[in-house]
């Protein structure tokens, strides 16, 4: 237990750590301060939407660094470190090694966060998440732009020094006497998850390196107006991208396997099942990049080719949630807060891979390219699925980092409150989409089925919005003055907690 | 490996999955192909995107800005281009979005069938008033 009340510790120990469940720690609180922070600014842009006009923002280009800042936060800040704080945490305890294969190079990469975060939050670009040239190269305003281009390339070596320390920790550094199909599918998720990295990160690293020596005028990839073309770098962008997107996903999905047939108390129903759905996602991931660029002019072939490569993701989604419900079939299910979040994190999973669907046939796609069901359909997974399983993870490694057990009163409020709130913006959302209102767009034109729809929309955000506030007050006070945890059997289930993955490392 | 249990149902499930699949990827094809397919006597208008307003030409070198004229019952084949960062030229109303690249033109076409008002919108980030870069679309009845 590292943050045992009983034994404290002065920070600087935990922080000049090597350990693998300090620098999970680290992890663990940085993203969370992060996805704290990258909320407030989505509860500004949903008050800001609450009616057509300047509500509470005074000017478009601070409004656009919001919606700029608040994806990249918690995309990069949030979702990222989140999973590796929980890799740092499990993944050696489950393969059964003392530590992470190189215990300094893993926290050289949590240490890579912190001025990476600074960066993109002291400069507070306006040009999304995804720096479309030529505006990024010719119109957004430096230095905002350059720090955040260089936030991005840190938290990129970052990424990819963690891959590589979870990719030799699990290959190499498992017990001898567990054989790869027993590693559990956490870590599995981690193994996969990571190699996607290393694959796809470099051509997005090669791409802001262009953009930032575009920006300085000693080159002209992506900028027309010397013979580059824009399209281009959305061809590295989403190469790396989109599968990054199964990397936010999968390790999720992994902490939902963790959590299902714990609080089933069942076996998993397939584990060869789950495997070969992250194999399969995996590389499926690399086949459907331009499926964001259909709008950009693609020709006919091109679109059927990365359709086709979109759908192909579909099956070995459906494999994992087929898993989930089979698992829970005929298990003595106990609703505790972390299963509560499972469930509502695969309703959601699912909902939003049936919109996706909709999004890669061809021609529906132009009618919900760039309009609000798109926002509606990624926060479907990025909040629906990949937050719900992070949070329901929190929940259930809560007593093994305090030794404490969190208040479920709260907890079970926090997860109603939060799957009502996700429901009434997401989904409504998507509707919004379908009526034509744009994204990233500061103001609207008082179309009355538009202001009603994101009336909706602000209102589920600010209860989003209360329930994280009840998250923090239980997470600060549960840590410190919460009840002491049964350790063997936190929840009652009649099985030992983490049994079988014993901690065979020594107290540090 | 003695799981114990059946995997058929799942081959079953994966097995609608894929055959879903199918049905909707075919169906976008077929639906894509014809929707593609631009008429011969579709009237052109060339389409200039900037920050933050659409320019439009006609055939007859007549030019609008911030508002189009066409006639119901006519078919019009857009060239989409743009003059320095990308938008995306989008009449919700008619499904016509495609994005206007600078150094590149994109072709897409319609064929408005009542006269009405609609409005035009640019979809793709493009800066400081993005939201404000809107138009209107006017179609007057046929032969009129």
């Not at chain 1, 922070?37 to 009616?51: K, P, Q, V, Y």
């Not at chain 1, 704080?85 to 489950?94: D, E, L, S, T």
Request: aromatic share 16%; with cysteine; proline share 6%.
């Amino acid at each position: 237990m590292v943050l045992e009340m009983a034994r404290p510790r002065p920070i600087w120990q935990i922080m000049f750590s090597t350990h693998h469940t300090d620098v999970g720690l680290l992890y663990l609180i940085t993203s969370l301060a992060f996805m704290f922070m990258g909320g407030a600014l989505a509860l500004s842009i949903r008050a800001e939407l609450f009616f057509p006009g300047a509500q509470i923002i005074t000017d478009a280009m601070t409004f656009n660094r919001i919606f700029t800042v608040h994806g990249t936060t918690l995309i990069f800040l949030f979702i990222l470190p989140f999973a590796s704080a929980v890799g740092n945490y499990f993944v050696p305890i489950m393969v059964r090694y003392k530590d992470m294969a190189y215990p300094k190079l893993n926290a050289i990469a949590f240490w890579m966060i912190p001025p990476a975060g600074a960066l993109i939050w002291l400069g507070f670009a306006d040009f999304t998440w995804y720096a479309t040239p030529p505006y990024s190269v010719i119109s957004a305003p430096g230095p905002a732009a350059d720090m955040w281009i260089f936030g991005l390339k840190i938290l990129g070596v970052s990424s990819i020094l963690g891959s590589i320390n979870f990719i030799v920790t699990i290959l190499k550094c498992k017990h001898p006497d567990m054989p790869i199909s027993k590693v559990p599918l956490l870590a599995w998720s981690f193994l996969s998850s990571s190699l996607i990295v290393l694959v796809a990160l470099p051509t997005f690293a090669a791409a802001l390196l262009m953009l930032l020596t575009d920006r300085l005028g000693v080159s002209g990839f992506f900028n027309p107006a010397v013979g580059g073309d824009p399209i281009a770098y959305a061809h590295l962008f989403w190469f790396t991208f989109h599968p990054e997107v199964y990397v936010l996903v999968i390790p999720a999905i992994g902490m939902m396997y963790e959590i299902i047939p714990r609080f089933s108390r069942k076996p998993i129903f397939s584990v060869t099942s789950g495997i070969i759905a992250f194999i399969l996602l995996s590389i499926v991931s690399f086949a459907s990049w331009a499926h964001h660029m259909y709008a950009t002019g693609l020709s006919f072939t091109e679109k059927t080719v990365f359709m086709v490569g979109t759908l192909a993701a579909v099956p070995a989604s459906a494999m994992h949630v087929f898993n989930f419900l089979a698992t829970m079939w005929g298990g003595r299910i106990k609703f505790s807060t972390p299963m509560l979040w499972a469930i509502g994190g695969i309703a959601l999973f699912f909902s939003a891979g049936a919109g996706g669907v909709v999004n890669s046939a061809m021609p529906l796609d132009f009618v919900t390219h760039d309009s609000y069901w798109v926002v509606g359909h990624f926060h479907l997974f990025v909040m629906g699925t990949i937050l719900f399983g992070s949070v329901g993870y929190l929940y259930y490694m809560f007593p093994y980092v305090t030794g404490r057990m969190y208040n479920r009163k709260l907890g079970n409020i926090h997860f109603v409150l939060s799957f009502v709130g996700t429901v009434m913006v997401f989904f409504t959302q998507h509707v919004l989409g379908l009526f034509g209102m744009p994204r990233r767009v500061y103001d609207y034109p008082p179309i009355p089925e538009w202001i009603a729809m994101n009336q909706i929309a602000t209102v589920g955000a600010m209860i989003i919005g209360v329930s994280m506030a009840l998250f923090l007050i239980n997470m600060l006070y549960s840590a410190a003055r919460g009840k002491e945890a049964d350790m063997n059997d936190p929840w009652n289930l009649g099985a030992k907690y983490y049994y079988p993955y014993e901690r065979k490392n020594p107290q540090h | 490996m003695v799981s114990g249990h059946s995997n058929m149902p799942e081959w079953v499930y994966i097995g609608v999955v894929v055959a879903l699949l199918c049905w909707v990827g075919a169906e976008a094809w077929n639906i894509e192909r014809l929707v593609e397919h631009i008429p011969e006597d579709a009237k052109l208008i060339k389409v200039t995107g900037q920050q933050w307003f659409w320019t439009f030409e006609h055939e007859d070198g007549t030019k609008e800005i911030g508002e189009l004229h066409v006639e119901a019952g006519k078919a019009y084949k857009f060239e989409i281009t743009s003059k320095d960062v990308i938008h995306s030229f989008n009449i919700h109303d008619y499904v016509v979005l495609l994005d206007a690249v600078p150094g590149r033109v994109n072709t897409v076409w319609f064929a408005p069938t009542e006269a009405g008002e609609h409005d035009i919108q640019c979809r793709e980030y493009c800066g400081l008033i993005h939201y404000n870069m809107r138009g209107t679309l006017y179609v007057s009845e046929a032969g009129a």
